[in-house]
């Protein structure tokens, strides 16, 4: 097969010239390149005055979770069945706006790897995952009700052992509070930065990332110290607002650690809480000092959380976020595919359009480098290969 449009953008480096053909064969692309008369017509999938793009990766995501305004209690209220069920759709719903890879940082009953292998070996197509099962967090902490509750370095050290037996793709840590539960405010903390370490050290040692939720500066600090490879959110909270550390921030910034920022916002959805909503001009204006100093940031949706966050609203993210902390177009596109991959620990499989890797494609009309609102407007999806079917109930 041979996907044919006007345009690509590889994920790293516009390209010059157009009419571009990418060869897939086997889930893989095999090449690409500038297109030839010498194609056969049988074999050519025309997506037309279209960008070749790779699939959209959302590093932060909980499929468990409904968007609605209360997801913990509805949650609660189904058996695992049908929150399987609904976890699936949310799935779909993600895959058909392009979003090809979700990093699922927070499930119950380990759901989100049956979902992830349904999806590998089974006949649908869906996107692929990378799920954290229950993430850990201190007793009656931020969470504790996907039931992954630990405590002491030789404790965390157990749950992350418990998570490999399982067989997840990364391991998810609560370094802080959060607004779901409420023992621990978001800017508090919940772990120590030994217990970090020993999280840390014992994801490293089964060749798992970790991604350390983390709200507060002390967290932020100290997630930072045990070695975490992202940290989520960064929002540097404290009991009444924001406040960054002007030396915390340089040192995240010379650091190697991703930041992974849930920018992406459903817009017209129900607004953020009132002590939310004043600390976002903060937010970004620490995340922009972070940018310009060479800190590593993405794009997250923490999807499911709240009726703003519904499981396909990344590519919004892309659009109003990254742009607004200084990221050209051709940034917030790398930051959502290339760099993302390589905060998911993924970078040799996709996230670029380059032979030998699975062919994840998004085809959008016009050209996204030039407006990026453009990303909105879907032609087409591929996951390994195979053509995602359109989702018409699924809002952009």
């Known amino acids: 097969m041979f996907l044919t449009a006007r345009r690509l953008f590889d994920g790293r480096t516009p390209q010059a010239f157009d009419d571009w053909a990418i060869a897939v064969e086997g889930g893989r692309i095999v090449d690409l390149g500038r297109r030839t008369a010498s194609l056969s017509p049988a074999a050519v999938v025309d997506l037309g005055d279209a960008t070749l793009l790779p699939g959209l990766i959302d590093v932060h995501q909980h499929l468990a979770f409904d968007a609605s305004h209360d997801p913990v209690a509805s949650l609660q209220s189904l058996d695992d069945t049908a929150l399987l069920r609904r976890m699936r759709l949310a799935a779909q719903r993600a895959l058909a706006v392009g979003i090809t890879t979700i990093r699922d940082l927070g499930d119950r009953g380990y759901l989100g790897l049956a979902l992830r292998d349904s999806f590998r070996s089974g006949p649908e197509v869906g996107p692929r995952i990378l799920a954290a099962g229950p993430p850990l967090t201190v007793p009656g902490g931020h969470c504790w009700f996907l039931g992954g509750e630990a405590e002491g370095p030789d404790g965390v050290r157990q749950a992350v052992r418990d998570r490999v037996a399982h067989g997840v793709d990364v391991i998810k840590i609560m370094a802080t509070g959060g ?49 975490a490879d992202s940290i989520e959110h960064c929002t540097f909270f404290t009991a009444e607002g924001v406040d960054a550390d002007p030396e915390l921030l340089e040192r995240l910034a010379r650091s190697d650690v991703a930041i992974c920022v849930d920018g992406a916002f459903l817009p017209g959805a129900d607004a953020p809480p009132a002590d939310i909503r004043q600390r976002v001009d903060a937010i970004i204006n620490n995340h922009r000092t972070l940018f310009r100093a060479g800190g590593r940031i993405v794009c997250s949706s923490d999807a499911g959380v709240g009726p703003s966050k519904p499981h396909h609203v990344l590519p919004h993210g892309v659009v109003a976020f990254l742009p607004t902390i200084g990221m050209t177009n051709a940034q917030a596109i790398t930051a959502t595919t290339a760099v993302a991959a390589e905060v998911c620990g993924i970078a040799d499989t996709v996230g670029t359009l380059e032979p030998g890797k699975d062919a994840d494609i998004l085809a959008v009309a016009g050209n996204p480098l030039e407006d990026l609102t453009a990303i909105h407007d879907v032609i087409a999806v591929y996951t390994r290969g195979r053509q995602a079917r359109p989702d018409a109930s699924s809002p952009r």
Do not use: F, W
């Open 179 to 227: 607004v779901l539960t409420t023992r621990y405010g978001p800017h508090e903390s919940q772990y120590t930065r030994a217990e970090l370490a020993a999280a840390v050290d014992e994801a490293h040692a089964h060749g798992l990332k970790l991604a350390a939720h983390a709200h507060g500066s002390r967290g932020i600090a100290d997630a930072l110290a045990a070695g």
